[in-house]
């Protein structure tokens, strides 16, 4: 994952991809929330689980300046 579309879009890779298409479908609830006038009425939380994936090769995104985990330690599934 990402899907086609967004492969590249990141200019990173496919884990910057699919960081790009998440925030897309965040835009899209977003959108549709405000669309049916539910703003008012309506919370939105996004949250995500014990930093980023050990798949998003961090060696190479962090050469393009790119730190996924912040200045925190760890990634998912790491026990430390």
């Known amino acids: ?3 086609e579309q967004f492969l590249g879009k990141s ?4 884990y910057g991809g699919f960081v ?9 609830i977003m959108k549709a929330v405000s669309e049916n006038n539910n ?9 995500s ?7 998003a090769n961090f060696k190479e995104l962090e050469a393009l300046g ?7 330690r ?3 599934a790491d026990i430390i």
Do not use: R
Not at 20 to 28: A, L
């Open 1 to 3: 994952m990402p899907t």
């Open 20 to 28: 790009v298409m998440v925030d897309d479908v965040v835009k899209q």
């Open 39 to 47: 703003e008012e009425n309506t919370i939105i939380v996004f949250t």
């Open 11 to 14: 200019n990173t890779n496919a």
């Open 49 to 55: 689980d014990n930093g980023s994936s050990p798949m």
């Open 74 to 76: 760890g990634h998912k």
């Open 66 to 72: 790119h730190f996924s985990n912040h200045h925190f």
